[in-house]
């Protein structure tokens, strides 16, 4: 797959159709079939310290790049325009430094969001939000 659409939506839909972004901005999230056409279903959490979002009017681009590691098939690939931009597959050392990094900067960041007056998410606000999502997966 080379192009995706998208379509702005309130609730992600149970069945993703083949070369459709959905977005949904209420819920901070995007989620599309695996660009490899093995129908994997793929969500990238729009915040901070994850993805982000962008629409121009016409198209819209998701940064960083998708990497799906833990599929079968180990897709990468960037959104950029609607279009899907292949990427080159990570070593496993790659990957699990990549995955430090994001945890280190997610620290950073809602520790410092702590300091600002926010709260700092506790080890129950954690299991809470793994229930939320595991709830929504478990529904697709």
Request: proline residues 4%; charged residues 25%.
């Amino acid at each position: 797959m080379n192009k995706l659409s998208h379509r702005f939506v309130e609730l992600i839909p149970e069945v993703l159709e083949e070369g459709v972004l959905y977005v949904s901005l209420a819920y901070g999230t995007a989620s599309h079939r695996c660009c490899c056409g093995c129908s994997r279903e793929v969500v990238t959490p729009l915040t901070p310290t994850d993805w982000k979002l962008i629409f121009d009017g016409e198209s819209v681009s998701l940064y960083p790049s998708i990497g799906n590691w833990n599929f079968p098939c180990r897709s990468h690939y960037w959104i950029r325009n609607n279009c899907v931009e292949w990427a080159e597959d990570w070593s496993d050392g790659r990957i699990s430094a990549a995955a430090e990094k994001d945890q280190k900067l997610k620290k950073k960041f809602y520790g410092s969001r702590a300091k600002d007056g926010f709260s700092e998410a506790t080890d129950e606000d954690a299991k809470t939000s793994d229930n939320f999502w595991s709830r929504i997966w478990r529904g697709w």
